[in-house]
């Protein structure tokens, strides 16, 4: 998984909750359904907005699914799509030939960054608490 910047941010808890969902069921989708050898994660902050980007060499989508045409979207690409729309943000599946990219762009309020603390003391603070 790559971090943009090194130092992450975090973030309001219902954002941070949105995109680890999203990027779970991402996830779990290439794993059911892509053949793919290797997954790519990529979460990067921007000046007013976060991307994640999930990459696969794996068969790819359907262009109906990769539309969001009404009757192929699953339950859990609709799912998130719709957690996603509901932070303002936009889902884009794109085939690449081979593989997939699901890539989430979620604009992110002033308010939505907590900047005493970083991603890597989240994870480092949850490692030393474990044993408590």
Known sequence: MGLQPPDFPRLAPELETTLFRVIQEALTNVFRHSRASKAYVTLEKRESEIAATICDDGVGVPDEIAEFRPDSVGV??????????????????????????VEVVIPIPLHAIEPASTADEMFSTKTQNKGD
């Open 76 to 101: 859990g690409l609709g799912g998130m799509r719709q957690r996603i729309k509901e932070l303002g943000g936009e889902l884009l599946l794109r085939n690449t030939h081979p593989g997939t990219i």
